[in-house]
């Protein structure tokens, strides 16, 4: 069970690996979005939201649902916007410190 934990936490990460699928969750943390509608928001083509958006939901970092031929899509489980905040902050933290040390106001990387 554990290595196939480690596949799927690598699958997951793997599939948050794009810059457009971590602006996709972001845009759906205001609630569920069209295809359409996040198409307008990202001003990318229709086919490359629904490929994103395709990864995402195999993942299981988003779900649907269909209303006629429209699909509503939503953040799966509010954890995954959580470990996004996450290493958000350890991503901002790192920026800090290179910063820091470009300035020339510390000599050491900080292991927070």
């Not at 971590?22 to 759906?28: G, Q, S, Y």
């Not at 086919?47 to 299981?60: A, C, E, F, I, K």
């Not at 954890?79 to 470009?102: G, H, N, P, Y």
Request: hydrophobic share 35%; glycine share 6%; net charge neutral.
């Amino acid at each position: 069970m554990d290595h196939r934990l480690c596949e799927m936490h690598a699958n997951t990460c793997r599939a948050l690996s794009h810059p457009k699928r971590v602006e996709i969750l972001n845009r759906l943390r205001e609630g569920e979005k069209s295809v359409g509608a996040l198409v307008d928001e990202m001003g990318i083509s229709k086919s490359n939201v629904s490929q994103h958006l395709s990864l995402l939901r195999q993942v299981g970092a988003v779900t649907f649902r269909r209303d006629g031929q429209t699909l509503y899509y939503r953040v799966a489980n509010p954890k995954i916007l959580q470990a996004c905040d996450l290493m958000k902050q350890v991503l901002l933290e790192r920026l800090e410190t290179i910063e820091a040390i470009a300035r020339g106001e510390g000599a050491e990387e900080d292991t927070k």
